[in-house]
């Protein structure tokens, strides 16, 4: 039973988009510091979207939620949208987190956390989540 389970995780990880590819399907930024750069510049918030190559929640979130037309189009519209991944670095300390996936919205002016949300979220309360976060 172990190595049926096995197989089928690294059946699935071979199989899976890799968040470059989302990021690049979507329009999503994948470095930190240029979505920084890019979020002043266009005085839009970043939402940020931390994943990991092992999260089979971060891969549904990608899949279900943030490629859904409304949500994707209400993201490029009033965000700076970027996805990262923890195991690659990049981030400042204040963004390290053991919980995957977890979004937060941080400001253009000071990139500052303005919410920080761990774990999935299905579309209704994902939206409601970037609609309310200021």
């Given amino acids: 039973m172990k190595y049926i389970l096995l197989i089928a995780l690294i059946m699935g990880t071979l199989f899976a988009k890799s968040y470059k590819e989302f990021a690049k399907e979507f329009g999503y930024e994948t470095s930190y ?7 002043k510049k266009e005085h839009k918030d970043i939402l ?14 990608e899949k279900k939620v943030l490629s859904a ?7 490029q519209k009033n965000y700076i949208p970027l996805i990262v991944n923890r195991e690659e670095g990049g981030l400042p300390k204040a963004f390290h987190t053991p919980i995957v996936p977890v979004t937060y919205i941080i400001s253009y002016k000071d990139t500052e956390k303005i919410k920080a949300t761990p774990g999935y979220q299905g579309k209704s309360d994902f939206l409601h ?3 309310n976060a200021h």
């Fill in 33 to 39: 510091t240029q979505a920084v750069e890019r979020a």
């Fill in 129 to 131: 989540l970037i609609k």
């Fill in 48 to 61: 940020m979207l931390e994943v990991t190559n092992y999260c089979p929640w971060c891969r549904k979130m």
């Fill in 69 to 75: 037309e409304n949500i994707d189009s209400y993201i």
